[in-house]
């Protein structure tokens, strides 16, 4: 027995799944995403969700979905579309990541996502919850499921007064109090009474040991990298020079002072390495 477990009585377990049956059910979110059978939508709104807030995937979701309605449609995409389409979400390597997914998926599963955990988690960006997410919501599949809401609840419920607590002692927890017969259901209630407690309470997740506070986006070299992407999807075919003018500009008129050239390279060079951009004759294009 794991020994998360074993200082937790089963009575408390028993009681803990009984309080999230409640306090989670009657706080139902009624979400487009929730409900359906399509795993690769279900992974479009498990991609978006990582580390966005639910009223800015609504707003993604749908039409995304509407352009690229498949996975064999999102490979086939042109990647500066996709990219485009992701504006508003941020962290636009996930829009990557997800694009390389559906392409391996046109190649090695028939345009399909794949239905094991195993195979999920083997493709681009798709780590350990996005992968539990998928087999949990789109297959209703049990399934270790530990995201933010969801330890936020373990915390509050089994954990009140520890701080710095694992994964590694949660995982186990989880793993034994998912429903055999609804996980999807489950887990909605763990991610809408975890929502809630967020929003009425000093956020119990702080008192995870993998917890960090988002540093500020204001000024960062992400943001640097948001208006080089900006740029490149407004202007095709933009040089190199004319872009870090662009980029300096904004620095300016910021009131940040010019933009630093030696920045400016590291970062340009990171986003073609990533395939974010590529040069062609000394024009960039996404």
Same mark, same amino acid.
């Given at each position: ?9 089963? $009575? ?8 999230? +049956? ?9 979400? @487009? ?5 399509? &795993? *690769? ?24 979905? &509407?352009? $690229? @309605?498949?996975?064999? =449609?999102?490979? #086939?995409?042109?990647? #500066? ?9 941020? *962290? ?16 090695? $599963? %028939? %345009? ?15 780590? #350990? &919850? ?5 087999? &949990? $919501?789109? *297959?209703?599949? @049990?399934?270790? *499921? ?29 793993? =034994? ?5 609804? @996980? ?8 809408? +009474? ?24 204001? %000024? ?28 300096? %500009? ?11 050239? =030696? ?5 340009? =060079? ?17």
């Amino acid at each position: 027995m794991a020994q998360s477990e074993a200082r937790i009585q089963p $009575f408390a377990l028993e009681r803990f799944v009984e309080r999230v +049956w409640a306090e989670g059910g009657s706080r139902y979110r009624e979400l @487009p995403w929730r409900n359906i059978d399509d &795993a *690769y939508a279900v992974l479009v709104s498990e991609v978006m969700l990582q580390q966005t807030q639910v009223v800015r995937v609504l707003k993604h979701w749908e039409r995304f979905l &509407a352009l $690229f @309605p498949t996975p064999d =449609a999102l490979a #086939a995409a042109d990647t #500066a579309m996709v990219l485009e389409q992701w504006q508003g979400l941020g *962290y636009n390597r996930r829009a990557l990541a997800l694009k390389r997914t559906a392409e391996q998926c046109s190649v090695r $599963f %028939g %345009g399909a996502l794949p239905e094991t955990y195993d195979e999920l988690i083997e493709l681009p960006g798709i780590g #350990a &919850a996005t992968a539990a997410g998928v087999m &949990a $919501f789109a *297959y209703n599949k @049990p399934s270790v *499921y530990l995201e933010t809401n969801v330890r936020t609840v373990f915390l509050h419920e089994l954990f009140p007064d520890a701080e710095s607590v694992s994964d590694k002692e949660l995982r186990p927890l989880v793993e =034994a109090t998912c429903s055999a017969d609804n @996980p999807r259901a489950w887990y909605y209630a763990l991610l809408d +009474w975890g929502a809630h407690l967020k929003q009425v309470t000093v956020n119990p997740s702080r008192r995870s040991a993998h917890y960090t506070r988002q540093s500020a986006f204001t %000024g960062s070299r992400r943001q640097k990298r948001a208006e080089l992407l900006r740029c490149v999807l407004a202007e095709p075919g933009i040089a190199p020079d004319v872009l870090f003018d662009r980029l300096d %500009g904004f620095e300016r008129e910021a009131g940040r002072g010019s933009a630093d050239r =030696a920045e400016y390279d590291s970062i340009l =060079a990171d986003m073609l390495a990533e395939g974010f951009f590529r040069c062609e004759e000394n024009a960039l294009f996404a």
